[in-house]
Protein backbone atom coordinates (compact mmCIF):
# COMPACT_ATOMS: atom_id res chain seq x y z
CA UNK A 1 0.00 0.00 0.00
CA UNK A 2 2.47 2.97 -0.77
CA UNK A 3 -0.73 5.27 -1.15
CA UNK A 4 2.01 8.19 -2.89
CA UNK A 5 2.73 6.27 -5.60
CA UNK A 6 -0.85 5.37 -5.81
CA UNK A 7 -2.17 9.05 -5.33
CA UNK A 8 0.45 9.93 -8.14
CA UNK A 9 -0.51 7.74 -10.47
CA UNK A 10 -3.79 7.50 -10.25
CA UNK A 11 -3.98 11.64 -10.31
CA UNK A 12 -1.94 11.35 -13.13
CA UNK A 13 -4.15 9.42 -15.44
CA UNK A 14 -6.88 11.10 -15.10
CA UNK A 15 -5.54 14.69 -15.34
CA UNK A 16 -4.13 13.38 -18.66
CA UNK A 17 -7.08 10.91 -19.96
CA UNK A 18 -10.22 13.38 -18.55
CA UNK A 19 -8.70 16.74 -18.17
CA UNK A 20 -6.05 16.95 -20.44
CA UNK A 21 -4.19 19.54 -18.19
CA UNK A 22 -0.19 18.58 -17.84
CA UNK A 23 0.37 18.55 -13.75
CA UNK A 24 3.65 17.92 -12.28
CA UNK A 25 3.28 15.89 -9.09
CA UNK A 26 6.21 16.35 -6.25
CA UNK A 27 6.65 14.78 -3.33
CA UNK A 28 4.52 13.74 -0.37
CA UNK A 29 4.44 16.40 2.62
CA UNK A 30 5.96 15.99 5.49
CA UNK A 31 4.10 13.78 7.84
CA UNK A 32 1.55 16.14 9.45
CA UNK A 33 1.69 18.50 6.85
CA UNK A 34 -1.98 19.72 5.39
CA UNK A 35 -2.81 21.27 2.23
CA UNK A 36 -2.53 25.37 2.64
CA UNK A 37 -4.49 28.47 1.15
CA UNK A 38 -7.33 26.50 -0.37
CA UNK A 39 -10.67 27.26 -0.70
CA UNK A 40 -11.88 24.62 -2.32
CA UNK A 41 -12.18 20.88 -1.75
CA UNK A 42 -14.11 17.78 -2.25
CA UNK A 43 -13.92 14.58 -0.37
CA UNK A 44 -15.31 11.34 -0.69
CA UNK A 45 -15.35 8.49 1.75
CA UNK A 46 -13.93 4.64 1.08
CA UNK A 47 -14.86 1.74 3.28
CA UNK A 48 -13.90 -1.82 3.28
CA UNK A 49 -10.44 -3.73 3.52
CA UNK A 50 -9.61 0.12 5.17
CA UNK A 51 -11.59 3.11 6.30
CA UNK A 52 -10.44 6.13 4.78
CA UNK A 53 -11.41 9.78 3.48
CA UNK A 54 -9.94 11.12 -0.45
CA UNK A 55 -9.63 14.77 -1.09
CA UNK A 56 -8.80 17.08 -4.00
CA UNK A 57 -7.44 20.45 -2.19
CA UNK A 58 -7.18 23.38 -4.87
CA UNK A 59 -6.80 27.43 -4.34
CA UNK A 60 -10.08 29.41 -6.55
CA UNK A 61 -7.77 29.78 -9.36
CA UNK A 62 -6.87 26.52 -9.23
CA UNK A 63 -10.21 24.98 -9.22
CA UNK A 64 -11.49 27.46 -11.88
CA UNK A 65 -8.90 26.52 -14.31
CA UNK A 66 -9.15 22.94 -13.57
CA UNK A 67 -13.34 22.47 -14.11
CA UNK A 68 -12.82 24.91 -17.11
CA UNK A 69 -10.45 22.47 -19.00
CA UNK A 70 -12.94 19.80 -17.70
CA UNK A 71 -15.99 21.69 -18.71
CA UNK A 72 -14.68 23.63 -22.15
CA UNK A 73 -15.85 26.60 -20.92
CA UNK A 74 -14.36 30.00 -19.34
CA UNK A 75 -15.31 30.11 -15.14
CA UNK A 76 -15.06 33.22 -13.25
CA UNK A 77 -16.29 31.97 -9.76
CA UNK A 78 -16.73 29.05 -7.86
CA UNK A 79 -19.83 28.01 -8.38
CA UNK A 80 -22.34 24.82 -8.50
CA UNK A 81 -20.33 23.41 -11.58
CA UNK A 82 -16.93 24.29 -10.11
CA UNK A 83 -17.84 21.75 -6.88
CA UNK A 84 -19.58 19.43 -9.01
CA UNK A 85 -16.24 19.13 -11.36
CA UNK A 86 -14.18 18.86 -8.54
CA UNK A 87 -16.42 16.59 -7.04
CA UNK A 88 -16.83 13.97 -9.95
CA UNK A 89 -12.37 14.12 -9.98
CA UNK A 90 -12.53 12.75 -6.30
CA UNK A 91 -14.91 10.31 -7.44
CA UNK A 92 -12.76 9.25 -10.27
CA UNK A 93 -9.25 9.71 -8.10
CA UNK A 94 -11.51 7.38 -5.50
CA UNK A 95 -12.17 4.71 -8.34
CA UNK A 96 -8.88 4.93 -9.58
CA UNK A 97 -7.71 4.07 -5.92
CA UNK A 98 -10.05 1.35 -5.42
CA UNK A 99 -8.95 -0.50 -8.43
CA UNK A 100 -5.50 -0.39 -7.75
CA UNK A 101 -5.66 -1.70 -4.06
CA UNK A 102 -8.04 -4.73 -5.20
CA UNK A 103 -4.59 -5.49 -7.00
CA UNK A 104 -3.24 -6.18 -3.48
CA UNK A 105 -6.75 -7.76 -2.42
CA UNK A 106 -8.06 -5.05 -0.71
CA UNK A 107 -11.95 -4.19 -1.18
CA UNK A 108 -13.42 -0.69 -1.26
CA UNK A 109 -16.48 0.56 -1.54
CA UNK A 110 -16.93 4.52 -2.23
CA UNK A 111 -19.69 7.02 -0.58
CA UNK A 112 -20.29 9.87 -2.48
CA UNK A 113 -18.52 13.70 -2.78
CA UNK A 114 -19.01 16.25 -0.40
CA UNK A 115 -17.61 19.73 -1.83
CA UNK A 116 -15.95 22.20 1.05
CA UNK A 117 -15.97 25.77 -0.13
CA UNK A 118 -14.69 28.73 1.72
CA UNK A 119 -12.62 31.44 2.56
CA UNK A 120 -11.42 30.00 5.81
CA UNK A 121 -11.56 25.98 6.87
CA UNK A 122 -9.63 22.88 7.63
CA UNK A 123 -10.23 19.61 7.65
CA UNK A 124 -8.97 17.57 10.05
CA UNK A 125 -8.88 13.55 10.31
CA UNK A 126 -9.59 11.73 13.37
CA UNK A 127 -6.75 10.56 15.66
CA UNK A 128 -4.18 7.19 14.92
CA UNK A 129 -5.07 8.00 11.04
CA UNK A 130 -2.54 8.04 8.61
CA UNK A 131 -2.49 10.92 6.38
CA UNK A 132 -0.54 11.42 2.64
CA UNK A 133 -0.89 14.51 0.66
CA UNK A 134 0.49 14.85 -2.75
CA UNK A 135 1.28 18.46 -4.17
CA UNK A 136 0.72 18.68 -7.99
CA UNK A 137 1.80 21.94 -9.86
CA UNK A 138 -0.27 23.26 -12.72
CA UNK A 139 0.53 27.08 -14.65
CA UNK A 140 -2.51 28.33 -12.04
CA UNK A 141 -0.48 27.16 -8.93
CA UNK A 142 -0.87 24.07 -6.65
CA UNK A 143 -3.45 21.50 -5.81
CA UNK A 144 -3.08 19.10 -3.35
CA UNK A 145 -4.47 15.14 -3.43
CA UNK A 146 -5.30 13.69 0.19
CA UNK A 147 -6.15 10.33 1.67
CA UNK A 148 -6.32 9.75 5.46
CA UNK A 149 -6.95 6.39 6.60
CA UNK A 150 -6.83 3.91 9.02
CA UNK A 151 -6.93 0.16 8.89
CA UNK A 152 -10.11 -1.52 9.87
CA UNK B 1 -39.63 14.63 5.44
CA UNK B 2 -38.39 10.80 5.02
CA UNK B 3 -36.08 10.23 7.46
CA UNK B 4 -36.32 12.92 9.63
CA UNK B 5 -37.91 10.46 12.66
CA UNK B 6 -35.08 8.21 12.24
CA UNK B 7 -32.33 11.98 12.38
CA UNK B 8 -34.23 12.96 15.81
CA UNK B 9 -34.61 9.12 17.64
CA UNK B 10 -30.91 8.77 16.67
CA UNK B 11 -29.45 12.12 17.82
CA UNK B 12 -31.43 12.15 21.18
CA UNK B 13 -30.21 8.91 21.94
CA UNK B 14 -27.26 9.50 21.54
CA UNK B 15 -27.00 12.77 23.06
CA UNK B 16 -28.75 11.29 25.96
CA UNK B 17 -27.14 8.08 26.81
CA UNK B 18 -23.81 9.07 25.17
CA UNK B 19 -23.43 12.81 26.28
CA UNK B 20 -26.30 13.16 29.20
CA UNK B 21 -27.75 16.38 27.55
CA UNK B 22 -31.45 16.72 26.39
CA UNK B 23 -31.89 18.03 22.91
CA UNK B 24 -34.85 19.66 21.42
CA UNK B 25 -35.87 18.77 17.99
CA UNK B 26 -37.41 21.26 16.00
CA UNK B 27 -38.84 21.61 12.35
CA UNK B 28 -37.08 19.63 9.92
CA UNK B 29 -35.92 21.53 6.63
CA UNK B 30 -33.68 21.50 3.48
CA UNK B 31 -30.18 22.79 3.95
CA UNK B 32 -29.37 25.12 1.18
CA UNK B 33 -25.59 24.93 1.79
CA UNK B 34 -25.86 27.95 3.76
CA UNK B 35 -22.29 29.56 4.81
CA UNK B 36 -21.25 27.93 8.37
CA UNK B 37 -19.81 30.83 10.19
CA UNK B 38 -17.24 30.13 13.09
CA UNK B 39 -18.42 26.40 13.13
CA UNK B 40 -17.27 22.60 13.08
CA UNK B 41 -18.91 19.71 11.19
CA UNK B 42 -18.48 16.15 11.66
CA UNK B 43 -19.50 14.57 8.24
CA UNK B 44 -19.00 10.58 7.82
CA UNK B 45 -19.13 9.25 4.30
CA UNK B 46 -21.92 6.07 3.51
CA UNK B 47 -20.86 3.46 1.22
CA UNK B 48 -22.43 0.27 -0.42
CA UNK B 49 -26.04 -0.36 -1.82
CA UNK B 50 -27.28 2.90 0.19
CA UNK B 51 -24.69 5.65 -0.36
CA UNK B 52 -24.94 8.94 1.33
CA UNK B 53 -23.37 11.34 3.72
CA UNK B 54 -24.10 11.90 7.67
CA UNK B 55 -23.07 15.16 9.06
CA UNK B 56 -23.68 17.48 11.99
CA UNK B 57 -22.83 21.12 12.02
CA UNK B 58 -22.45 23.18 15.17
CA UNK B 59 -21.41 26.49 16.32
CA UNK B 60 -18.13 26.65 18.06
CA UNK B 61 -19.96 27.88 21.18
CA UNK B 62 -22.28 24.45 21.09
CA UNK B 63 -19.82 22.26 19.60
CA UNK B 64 -17.36 23.05 23.21
CA UNK B 65 -20.64 22.45 25.47
CA UNK B 66 -21.00 19.25 23.99
CA UNK B 67 -17.15 18.28 23.91
CA UNK B 68 -17.45 19.63 27.74
CA UNK B 69 -20.36 17.44 28.43
CA UNK B 70 -19.19 14.22 26.26
CA UNK B 71 -15.25 14.44 27.88
CA UNK B 72 -16.53 15.62 31.26
CA UNK B 73 -13.59 18.16 30.97
CA UNK B 74 -13.39 21.81 30.51
CA UNK B 75 -12.48 22.84 26.61
CA UNK B 76 -12.09 26.49 25.86
CA UNK B 77 -11.28 26.14 22.13
CA UNK B 78 -11.67 24.21 18.90
CA UNK B 79 -8.62 21.75 19.44
CA UNK B 80 -7.58 18.05 18.37
CA UNK B 81 -10.35 16.65 21.50
CA UNK B 82 -13.33 19.09 20.06
CA UNK B 83 -12.54 17.72 16.37
CA UNK B 84 -11.96 14.19 17.21
CA UNK B 85 -15.26 14.43 19.32
CA UNK B 86 -17.41 16.18 17.03
CA UNK B 87 -15.83 13.74 14.16
CA UNK B 88 -16.95 10.68 16.58
CA UNK B 89 -20.25 11.98 17.38
CA UNK B 90 -20.94 12.12 13.56
CA UNK B 91 -19.27 8.66 13.65
CA UNK B 92 -21.87 7.49 16.40
CA UNK B 93 -25.10 9.28 14.65
CA UNK B 94 -24.12 7.66 11.32
CA UNK B 95 -24.21 4.21 13.24
CA UNK B 96 -27.45 4.40 14.78
CA UNK B 97 -29.20 5.85 12.05
CA UNK B 98 -27.54 2.99 9.46
CA UNK B 99 -28.76 0.48 12.28
CA UNK B 100 -32.20 1.95 11.68
CA UNK B 101 -32.21 1.93 7.94
CA UNK B 102 -30.29 -1.02 7.35
CA UNK B 103 -31.05 -3.44 10.07
CA UNK B 104 -28.88 -6.72 8.57
CA UNK B 105 -26.02 -4.24 8.31
CA UNK B 106 -25.28 -5.37 4.57
CA UNK B 107 -26.08 -2.78 2.82
CA UNK B 108 -24.98 0.77 4.51
CA UNK B 109 -20.62 1.00 5.62
CA UNK B 110 -19.36 4.00 7.27
CA UNK B 111 -16.56 5.40 6.22
CA UNK B 112 -13.88 7.46 7.93
CA UNK B 113 -15.32 10.63 10.22
CA UNK B 114 -13.56 14.11 9.15
CA UNK B 115 -14.54 17.27 11.06
CA UNK B 116 -14.37 20.31 8.89
CA UNK B 117 -13.96 24.05 10.66
CA UNK B 118 -13.06 27.11 10.07
CA UNK B 119 -14.80 31.14 10.47
CA UNK B 120 -16.53 30.55 7.20
CA UNK B 121 -17.27 27.81 4.75
CA UNK B 122 -19.83 25.50 3.60
CA UNK B 123 -20.56 22.02 2.46
CA UNK B 124 -22.20 20.62 -0.16
CA UNK B 125 -23.38 17.14 -0.99
CA UNK B 126 -23.29 16.41 -4.46
CA UNK B 127 -24.31 13.56 -7.12
CA UNK B 128 -28.07 14.59 -6.36
CA UNK B 129 -28.43 12.86 -3.04
CA UNK B 130 -31.87 13.26 -1.03
CA UNK B 131 -31.50 15.52 1.97
CA UNK B 132 -33.02 16.08 5.04
CA UNK B 133 -31.79 18.42 8.21
CA UNK B 134 -33.12 18.41 11.71
CA UNK B 135 -32.33 21.23 13.65
CA UNK B 136 -31.49 20.57 17.60
CA UNK B 137 -31.80 23.10 20.39
CA UNK B 138 -29.71 22.63 24.29
CA UNK B 139 -29.13 24.92 26.51
CA UNK B 140 -30.09 27.73 24.12
CA UNK B 141 -27.49 26.83 22.08
CA UNK B 142 -28.17 24.33 18.63
CA UNK B 143 -26.86 22.52 15.90
CA UNK B 144 -28.24 20.64 13.07
CA UNK B 145 -27.68 16.95 11.71
CA UNK B 146 -28.40 16.39 8.18
CA UNK B 147 -28.67 13.18 6.28
CA UNK B 148 -28.01 12.94 2.49
CA UNK B 149 -29.21 8.93 0.55
CA UNK B 150 -28.91 8.06 -2.91
CA UNK B 151 -29.71 4.57 -3.71
CA UNK B 152 -28.37 2.97 -6.41
CA UNK B 153 -30.60 0.77 -8.60
Redesign the interface.
Known amino acids: MDFAKIITETTEEIFNCMIFIDIAASPPLAAGKQAMGCHVS???????GL???LGIHCPSAVGLAVTGAMLGMELEEVDADV??AL??IA?MLAGGIKERLSTENIAL???????????????????G?QRVVIPFTISQGQFFVEI???LN | MEHAQEIINSTQEIFSSMIMLDVTPGEPFIRNNDKLINSISGIVGLAGATKGMLAIHMTNAAALAVTTAFLGMDVEEIDDDVRDAIGELANMLAGSIKSILDPSGSDIKLSMPSAIYGEDYSVDCLAGAEAVTVPFAFDGLGFVVELQLRKDS
Open positions: AMIGLTGSAMKDGENELAIPTAVTGQSYVISAPKSKYQ
